[in-house]
T-cell receptor, first 114, second 113 residues
């Protein structure tokens, strides 16, 4: 079975803290993604990576950075958390860049910044 | 991405088939139709996808019209655990936007005992 695992389901952080959200996939997928999902705004792509040490900005990269040191792991970093980054964060992966390849999601990480 | 239109909500009796429609009249020839569902507080779950032909897997069937302007997701024997928001998505073909999934409002499916 396809498995995308996000390390934390629920986090509460203070404004200004550095936050790490970790994601691991066990399917040897080339592509990994970080989204956030907010009511009324739908799913928005933050960053994605199509190879180790490669990254591309999505639609809303400001305030975020990512790291992909190993193929199976993709980390999202909030350098200095702010209240407007309170959201549900979703990690996803897909096999390669073919448009027919399914994107699989993790369970999501609910981040509250106070 | 082609836009999709789905009914806001639907009801279904447990054990009966749930048929969820989706219109995607501006779909391009190389765009796939995907269905996901999302149960509250969880990540989206992949259900099925197709390009032109009808598809079936262990979860559902996907019927795509010949002109590809609409499709129907069929859950053959709905259970209470199928209560969720169902999203119909059309995927862009390759390039740097291949990861950009656009989830619309979706259909809230409620399965009743």
């Amino acid at each position: 079975d396809v498995k995308v695992t996000q390390s934390s389901r629920y986090l509460v952080k203070r404004t200004g803290e550095k936050v790490f959200l970790e994601c691991v996939q066990d399917m040897d997928h080339e592509n990994m993604f970080w989204y956030r999902q907010d009511p009324g705004l739908g799913l928005r792509l933050i960053y994605f990576s199509y190879d180790v040490k490669m990254k591309e900005k999505g639609d809303i990269p400001e305030g975020y950075s990512v790291s992909r040191e190993k193929k199976e792991r993709f980390s999202l970093i909030l350098e200095s958390a702010s209240t407007n980054q309170t959201s549900m964060y979703l990690c996803a992966s897909s096999l390669d860049r073919d448009s027919g390849n399914t994107i699989y999601f993790g369970e999501g990480s609910w981040l509250t910044v106070v | 991405d082609a836009k999709t239109t789905q009914p806001t909500s639907m009801d279904c009796a447990e054990g009966r088939a749930a048929n969820l429609p989706c219109n995607h009249s501006t779909i391009s020839g190389n765009e796939y139709v995907y269905w996901y569902r999302q149960i509250h507080s969880q990540g989206p779950q992949y259900i099925i996808h197709g390009l032109k032909n009808n598809e079936t897997n262990e979860m559902a069937s996907l019927i795509i019209t010949e002109d590809r302007k609409s499709s129907t997701l069929i859950l053959p024997h709905a259970t209470l655990r199928d209560t969720a928001v169902y999203y119909c998505i059309v995927r862009v073909a390759g390039g740097t936007s291949y990861g950009k999934l656009t989830f619309g409002q979706g259909t809230i499916l409620t399965v009743h005992p």
